[in-house]
Structures are given as structure tokens and as C-alpha cells.
């Protein structure tokens, strides 16, 4: 078991179909105790139960600084440590350029980016304690493309901002033994993505994606794995991508 003994926060791990909820699952199953974190209390707590002792439930809204203190202080008090920190809450608005509204502008930051800030202060001095931890954050392959399918370039901005961050906290933090990491996933089928392709859609994706299917979320769920595991000790500051070649 890779994780056995680790305990991990994981954000944005309620959404059934989602990344991290499949992470979360796949975490325990590594041996780790999991702490899901979610908007959504209410399906944060669903979640936790269906996976079992291991896990627990608590409700936080990464854009709000407060909210992240009070969820990192009841996972310390629940655990007594934090080992790694997945930061995958996410939210993407498919939007053109000249239509995005301040508010659009703001609302895609504070939860992609400004999520990834606060959460991380609250937690990295509990890892800085105990001279170790691994931090992997949510990126996209829209920071890279400069578009997605269903994100719009404010999402791409927040995406791209992930990598600077990362890599800074990376810098920053190395001499405290602790590792941050980025995953850049292509098209992954979950609600974000589902039910908002037809078949022609599909077919022009798939032409573009050497290894020919659509992402699954345990794809991912198995790089944060092994960005979390002590397999990856020697990697800090790095972008993995998971997009089956899309970028070859
Ligand atoms: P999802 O919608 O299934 O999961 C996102 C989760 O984040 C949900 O459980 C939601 O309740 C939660 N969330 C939203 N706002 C939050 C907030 N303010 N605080 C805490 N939790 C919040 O989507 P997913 O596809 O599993 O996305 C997970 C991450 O992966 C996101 O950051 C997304 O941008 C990123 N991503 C997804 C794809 C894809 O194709 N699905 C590709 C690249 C990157």
C-alpha cells in the first residue's frame, strides 16, 4: 500500500463521477485516512460514509480563507496531521472572451486559484512542523492550450495561474521537505464534462487524442497517487500530464 500510515485532505471530492471523489476512494485503498472537503457539505459527508472508517466528510468552501482554517483545524483535530493536501476543487464556465463579467472573472479565480492559496496556508505550517508533506494541485490542459471545450479563457487564466503558484510554493518550500506538484488532465469524463457532447464533438476529440479515449478520473486519481506516495520523493515543482497525447 502506498499511502499506508499518510492521512490526506483532498478538495472537491463530493461529486460522484468526479476526480476527486475517485481519488479519495482510491487513497484509502492505499492505506491513507482521507478528509473530503467540499462545498457541499451535505454530499461531502454521503461520500465519506460510502467509503468507509477511513474517510470523513467536512464542508468547505475553498474561496473563502475562514472557511479553509476552520475545515484544516477539524481535520488536525480528527487526524492529528496532514500529509498531503490535493487541492482539485474546480469550477469552469464555458464563456467567450468579450462576455466575461467581472463577476465571472472573479467567481473562476476565487475557486481555481485563490482556493488553492488559502488552503494551502492553512495547512502548510502543520506540514512545515513536521519538516514533510506533498501538495499536488489541479492545473489543466486549457492552461496550455490557451482554450478548452468547456472552459472559458478566465478558466484558462486560473489554470495557468495553478502552474506559477505551485511552482513558487515549490521553491519555496522544498527546504521545509515538502513537495508541490502539478496535474494538467486533457478531457476527463465527469459532470463537468457530461452530457455536453454529441457524437460529432466526440469524434473531432478523439481524433486529436493519440491514445483514443476520453480521460476516466482514475486516471487521475492514479498520477495524484503517486504525486502523494513517497515513489515521487525526488519531484517537486513538476507538471504531469494526463491527456492520453493530446499535446504531442
Ligand atoms: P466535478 O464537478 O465532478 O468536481 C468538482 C468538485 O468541486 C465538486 O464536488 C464541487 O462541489 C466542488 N467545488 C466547487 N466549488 C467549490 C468550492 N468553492 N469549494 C470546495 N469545493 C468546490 O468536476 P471534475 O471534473 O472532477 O473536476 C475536478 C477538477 O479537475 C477541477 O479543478 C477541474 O477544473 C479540473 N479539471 C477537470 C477536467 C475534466 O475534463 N473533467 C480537465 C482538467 C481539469
Redesign the pocket.
Known amino acids: 500500500m502506498l499511502l499506508r500510515g499518510k492521512t490526506a485532505i483532498i478538495?472537491?471530492?463530493?461529486?460522484?463521477?468526479?476526480?476527486?471523489?475517485?481519488t479519495a476512494r482510491r487513497f484509502g485503498e492505499e492505506g491513507a485516512r482521507v478528509a473530503i472537503?467540499?462545498?457541499?457539505g451535505t454530499?461531502?459527508l454521503a461520500a465519506a460514509q460510502g467509503l468507509g472508517d477511513a474517510h470523513i466528510g467536512i464542508a468547505?468552501?475553498?474561496?473563502?480563507q475562514a472557511?479553509c482554517q476552520k475545515a484544516v483545524e477539524a481535520v488536525v483535530d480528527g487526524f492529528g496531521q496532514i500529509d498531503i493536501l490535493i487541492?482539485?476543487?474546480?469550477?469552469?464556465q464555458p464563456v467567450k472572451f468579450l462576455d466575461i463579467t467581472p463577476a465571472d472573472w472573479d467567481r473562476i479565480q476565487?475557486?481555481?486559484l485563490k482556493?488553492i492559496l488559502f488552503l494551502s496556508q492553512a495547512v502548510i505550517p502543520h506540514m512545515r512542523k513536521r519538516k514533510s508533506g506533498s501538495i499536488a494541485c489541479?492545473?489543466?490542459?486549457?492552461a496550455q492550450r490557451g482554450g478548452?471545450?468547456?472552459?472559458g479563457p478566465h478558466?484558462s487564466a486560473a489554470?495557468a495561474g495553478v502552474l506559477g503558484l505551485a511552482k513558487a510554493m515549490a521553491r519555496e518550500f522544498g527546504a521545509d521537505g515538502i513537495r508541490v506538484n502539478c496535474?494538467?488532465?486533457?478531457?476527463?469524463?465527469?459532470?463537468?464534462?457530461s452530457g455536453k457532447l454529441n457524437d460529432e464533438m466526440k469524434a473531432k476529440i478523439l481524433e486529436g487524442i493519440p491514445l483514443g479515449r476520453?480521460?476516466e478520473?482514475k486516471d487521475?486519481a492514479g498520477i495524484y497517487t503517486f504525486l502523494a506516495s513517497d515513489l515521487s520523493a525526488y519531484v517537486t515543482g513538476a507538471v504531469i500530464d494526463?491527456n492520453g497525447g493530446m499535446l504531442i
Open positions: 478538495t472537491g471530492a463530493a461529486s460522484p463521477r468526479g476526480i476527486g471523489l475517485a472537503l467540499d462545498i457541499d454530499a461531502a468547505c468552501n475553498v474561496a473563502d472557511s487541492n482539485n476543487a474546480g469550477i469552469t476565487d475557486v481555481n482556493g489541479m492545473s489543466s490542459v486549457s478548452g471545450i468547456f472552459g478558466y489554470k496535474v494538467t488532465p486533457g478531457l476527463i469524463g465527469t459532470d463537468i464534462t476520453l480521460g478520473a487521475v494526463v
